[in-house]
């Protein structure tokens, strides 16, 4: 049985060998090595990578190769979009529910639906692929307005991972008051001891999610946003994770110069000195915005966990995506409702989205 991306490489094939080219977008720069080596290893030199992390030299490099028809296949994130592609024959839009096709910045704008005009205009097809497409999508398809294909299996006839929920509020009555549950911490060292790898994903970075003084009520909020700020521990700053302004952890109170200062929440950076607590024997990485600040940086996070087998990739969305990682038998998601309560009319479907994505991440050993 194929997988999505076979399916990519064959209908790209089959637009190469007429004359014409290619774009395929993808959701997370993370995800663009590993689509490029899939592509690399069928197509050769004629593939042309575009995405933000890219030097103002690399990137006029590869728009020059693109104007020059030089390169036939273009892959990378959303801006990608916007590439001088000569004779497009087809646009493929990988993981397409997922909401980073859209710039919230200026200019603001949603890549699926630039994609959807150059293929009215080109008299071209446009390809969205996903294992939980977007709803809206996914209605229009049921309606006949859209052309659905479906692949029934996983690649390779690969088994679907089972799947349990545990209710964290009978833990806590059991007295555990850790965010791992029992039988999460039981099934991380059963997999240790087969040799295999685990992931756990927590969709907040960052070491608590919000600071409050427990005297007056105080919380901390960022100057400009006015939404609470989140603690990163080894910075030992207050972050504001939507504009970006720092500043020093609050150690006494302004509003009523108490020292009774709580830190409230979890985020990625908590989880992994937890787990570094529990099991330290077991080698740890993690993947978020944190950690990838630097240029290849997610290409080196991930090969590490990959080619050094260390035991345990601990991150946000970042490792939902795409990744395909077969030691990986376990997946632990932490606080799996949080998402739930989210400020979106389409929080449920998020979360669902999000929770199948991380799921299929684990394969039976």
Request: positive net charge.
């Amino acid at each position: 049985m194929l997988g999505k991306t076979e399916v990519y490489l064959q209908v790209i094939e089959k637009v190469i060998n007429t004359g014409k080219s290619a774009i395929v977008l993808v959701p997370e720069i993370s995800l663009t090595p590993q689509m490029v080596d899939r592509f690399f290893a069928r197509f050769g030199d004629c593939i042309a990578v575009l995405h933000s992390k890219l030097s103002s030299g690399e990137r006029f490099d590869e728009w020059n190769r693109i104007k020059n028809n030089e390169a036939k296949i273009v892959i990378g994130a959303r801006s990608a979009i916007f590439a001088p592609v000569q004779n497009l024959g087809v646009i493929i839009i990988d993981e397409e529910h997922d909401s980073s096709y859209k710039s919230d910045s200026n200019p603001r704008y949603d890549s699926k639906d630039i994609a959807r005009f150059m293929c009215k205009e080109n008299e071209i097809p446009l390809i969205l692929g996903s294992a939980t497409p977007d709803i809206s999508d996914y209605y229009k398809a049921e309606k006949g307005d859209r052309e659905l294909v479906k692949l029934t299996k996983r690649a390779n006839n690969a088994s679907l991972p089972d799947v349990k929920i545990v209710d964290l509020r009978q833990e806590l009555a059991m007295g555990n008051h850790s965010m791992i549950s029992y039988e999460l911490q039981e099934a991380i060292e059963e997999n240790k001891k087969k040799n295999k790898q685990t992931i756990l994903f927590l969709n907040r970075r960052g070491f608590s999610t919000f600071i409050m003084c427990r005297d007056c009520g105080y919380t901390v909020k960022c100057k400009n946003c006015n939404i609470a700020m989140t603690y990163h521990l080894y910075e030992n700053r207050l972050k504001c994770h939507y504009c970006g302004y720092e500043r020093d952890a609050v150690k006494v109170c302004p509003e009523c110069n108490s020292t009774k200062i709580k830190y409230f929440g979890t985020g990625t950076q908590k989880l992994e000195n937890e787990i570094n607590k529990m099991y330290p024997e077991m080698t740890t990485i993690r993947m978020d915005i944190d950690t990838v600040t630097k240029k290849n940086s997610h290409e080196e996070i991930l090969e590490k966990f990959k080619n050094e087998n260390i035991d345990i990739l601990i991150g946000t969305q970042m490792v939902v995506k795409g990744h395909h990682f077969p030691n990986v038998t376990l997946v632990g998601i932490i606080a799996a409702d949080t998402s739930l309560n989210i400020g979106d009319y389409r929080a449920a479907e998020r979360t669902f989205q999000t929770i199948t994505q991380v799921a299929r991440k684990s394969w039976k050993g």
